[in-house]
């Protein structure tokens, strides 16, 4: 495969693919997620219909990101995939339960008995709150470094609490886009509601990440680096502050 | 192997057995009702009829409800492999990698991006984009199944790649003909039974969902059409799936002698081998109790000659399967393929020139709804149980592709997995049940999909666009 390029440049390359992949995955099912998250903040089932409806199109598609980042991962890297992937055994396990039964719960709640429609309204929530939880649990590991101290995971469930908010942040004001009315009005509630757990997550991530590891310490607090970081941070302030 | 390892290695085998049964149940369905809803959608257009139309209408969500749990399993499996299995990826990885990539970049994207058309466009896209949009997921679908069929075969009957060490010293595979990888000599026997074992499963659904709503009084003309479609389909596939079954047997044969033994149960070479009806294997004293015997049988079936040579599983000890489950799950598959051959002719017979179902044929019928999820598993039992211990035939074990998880999180990740498959399946099968009867019921307007006021979303414009 790509056997012109000199086998050096294929691991930086596959890297920002699977970056790539990894980061439309967030952004992308974030969204079907956050309202996923949002789905029982309000108890009119005609507006939970049209939550789902706005995202019944797209969440198929949006998941497959998620398989081609996995799957970029074990092509072009095959041994991190395997140690990455055994470390994180449980939240691993705990996502994909999250997945199936967000997934599931798309069709089943349109076309099961209308008795049961609530309960899969529940399975909708708790399935993408555990997934999105799931998620935020192993990046917390992973930017630690798979550590098992309490430290560790007290970090790890922190960053599980922000990725809830940014993924309901994200839903939210995919719902404030795609709705009107009552609803509209909710979600912009729901947006600020969570844009305060999404800031404090990025907050506890920004903060950790540079103390966990010398190296990107001295990558992101580097001229002329910073230039090219320092964007990040100031937009996300700018956000906070406008809001 | 300490006990404490083999106790890990066992769970993770039942866990991605749970997981692949589970997960295998929906393919089937949607691989061949794919093109049985393209063929509807054609006859719509080209006969004018509603009943097609109606039809298409009940199957379509019977597909988007088995495409989503074929989807979020299959996410499932594909993860499995790093947490349970690393030693796949380490040592096989140059080839299962690819080919896995391809089934995603080829298939899933056709499949995701063209299935919301196909669910929510009739009335909303044009007829002829709403028609390519079904095949282009019925195409989609198939080409999911060659893909996963083409590695599965390599992984029965494996050439195009010699083993070189990596820099730790581990042998690796690494391709030197992709040509031989993707058509290695199974991989037509295999992708033709299972095709065409999908389309069984997906003729006797029809069939026999179709046969409880008339039972139920629901006599429409897309019920009719259900109905027959079914059972044509059945009768005609039955017996084309039985000569490729032997087929696929004979390659067997050649390439996998021990599973064949295994699935005949023959321990010791013999000259017109006897064709075992029933037997009790017994793995320890490799022998069969309670043995009811035809003589000479499987030397004809499999070498075409009355005193033909069978080598016996001792032959190849001590890699060999477990016999039990192969040979049991072989009796389970034939016998529901021979049911199937009976029950889909006399329906054909009874329902031939617009001849109505009788009770007792109706009846029939909803019992053989699931036979085909019954006996693709079974045949699935034999093939793969049947490479045992092999995980990739006389290149790697499964004890090592297994990966470090202690016994005590498997079991965990287990437990969990079986409790939500068996609520899944159960809410599944009520859920096409309940559809049914709702598709019946002339006073409730069935609704086209959940996009509930009425107005084309902004995506789907874009979408038929």
Redesign the interface.
């Known amino acids: 495969?790509l056997g012109f390029l000199p086998d050096v440049a294929l691991a930086p390359i596959f890297a920002v693919l699977m970056g790539i992949a990894m980061l439309l995955y967030a952004v992308l099912d974030g969204f079907d997620l956050g309202v996923g998250i949002l789905l029982r903040g309000t108890p009119d089932e005609?507006e939970r219909?049209?939550m789902?409806?706005?995202i019944?199109?797209?969440w198929?598609?949006n998941?497959?990101w998620?398989?081609?980042g996995?799957?970029?991962?074990?092509?072009a890297f095959?041994?991190a995939?395997?140690?990455?992937?055994?470390a994180?055994?449980?939240p691993?396990?705990l996502m994909?339960?999250g997945?199936?039964?967000r997934?599931?719960a798309?069709?089943?709640r349109?076309?099961?008995?209308e008795s049961q429609k609530p309960k899969w309204d529940v399975a909708f929530q708790g399935g993408s709150i555990l997934a999105a939880g799931a998620q935020g649990f192993m990046l917390g590991k992973y930017i630690l470094g798979f550590g098992t101290g309490w430290l560790d995971w007290l970090f790890a469930l922190a960053c599980a609490v922000g990725t809830i908010g940014g993924y309901a942040l994200l839903g939210a004001t995919w719902l404030v886009w795609?709705t009107e009315g009552a609803l509209h009005v909710r979600s912009v509630r729901w947006a600020k509601v969570a844009m305060v757990f999404c800031v404090i997550g990025i907050f506890i991530v920004s903060a950790a990440t540079p103390l966990a590891s010398p190296e990107i310490f001295a990558r992101w607090f580097r001229f002329p680096e910073i230039l090219m970081l320092a964007p990040v941070p100031l937009a996300t302030a700018a956000c906070v502050l406008t809001a | 192997m300490d006990p404490a390892t083999a106790t890990a290695l066992l769970l993770a085998r039942i866990q991605f057995a749970a997981n692949i049964s589970f997960h295998i149940l929906f393919p089937t369905i949607t691989i061949a009702l794919g093109w049985v809803l393209f063929y509807l959608r054609i006859q719509a257009t080209r006969t004018g009829e509603p009943r097609f139309l109606d039809a298409y209408r009940l199957w379509v969500?019977v597909f988007?409800?088995s495409?989503?749990?074929g989807?979020?399993?299959g996410?499932?499996m594909?993860?499995q492999?790093?947490?349970n299995w690393?030693?796949f990826?380490?040592r096989v990885?140059n080839v299962a990698?690819?080919l896995?990539?391809y089934e995603?970049?080829t298939a899933?994207?056709l499949e995701?991006?063209f299935?919301?058309v196909m669910l929510?466009g009739i009335g909303r896209v044009s007829t002829f984009v709403h028609t390519l949009s079904t095949f282009l997921v019925a195409f989609g679908t198939t080409m999911s199944a060659f893909w996963i069929l083409v590695l599965n075969s390599w992984m029965h009957t494996p050439q195009g790649f010699e083993m070189r060490p990596n820099e730790a010293g581990v042998m690796v595979a690494h391709v030197t003909s992709w040509f031989e990888v993707i058509f290695t000599p199974s991989m037509p026997y295999r992708l033709g039974h299972m095709l065409i074992a999908s389309f069984l499963t997906v003729a006797f659904l029809m069939a026999g969902i179709a046969a409880f709503q008339w039972l139920r009084g629901n006599r429409s003309a897309g019920t009719l059409t259900s109905l027959r479609t079914g059972v044509v389909l059945a009768a005609v596939l039955i017996p084309v799936q039985i000569f490729v079954g032997d087929l696929h047997g004979l390659n067997t044969l050649e390439h996998q002698p021990a599973k064949v033994a295994a699935m005949e149960g023959i321990w010791y070479t013999e000259q017109g081998a006897g064709l075992r009806l029933f037997a009790i294997p017994d793995q320890e004293a490799r022998t069969n109790h309670f043995e009811l015997v035809v003589p000479n049988l499987a030397s004809l079936i499999l070498t075409h000659e009355w005193n033909g040579t069978v080598r016996g599983l001792t032959e190849f000890a001590p890699k060999i399967p477990p016999v039990a489950p192969v040979f049991f799950a072989f009796r389970l598959m034939v016998g529901i393929g021979m049911l199937m051959l009976l029950v889909s002719w006399v329906a054909a017979w009874s329902l031939r020139r617009g001849r109505a179902p009788g009770k007792w044929l109706a009846r029939g019928l909803v019992a053989m709804t699931f036979s085909g999820w019954v006996a693709t598993l079974a045949g699935w039992y034999v093939t793969e149980i049947g490479r045992q211990p092999w995980l990739v035939t006389g290149v790697l074990t499964t004890a090592d592709a297994a990966?470090?998880?202690p016994a005590a999180?498997i079991g965990?990740?287990l437990a969990?997995?079986l409790a939500?498959y068996a609520a899944?399946l159960v809410?599944y099968i009520?859920?096409l049940f309940?559809?049914a009867k709702k598709d019946g019921a002339p006073d409730t307007p069935v609704p086209d999909?959940?996009?509930?006021?009425g107005r084309p979303?902004?995506?789907?414009a874009m979408?038929a666009e």
Not at chain 1, 70 to 75: A, I, Y
Not at chain 1, 110 to 113: L, N, V
Not at chain 2, 449 to 453: E, F, K, Q
């Open positions: 495969m005609a219909d049209r789902v409806a706005s019944g199109p797209f198929d598609a998941e497959t998620l398989v081609l996995v799957g970029l991962l074990l092509v095959p041994v995939h395997g140690i990455i992937l055994t994180l055994y449980l691993v396990a994909l339960a997945l199936i039964l997934g599931v798309f069709e089943f349109a076309k099961a008995y795609r | 969500k988007a409800l495409f989503a749990l989807v979020v399993s996410v499932t594909s993860f492999f790093g947490t690393p030693g990826m380490e990885g990698g690819p896995l990539a995603v970049l899933f994207f995701a991006t299935l919301a929510f990966g470090p998880v999180t965990i990740s969990m997995y939500l899944l809410a009520v859920t309940h559809l999909g959940p996009i509930l006021d979303p902004k995506a789907m979408a």
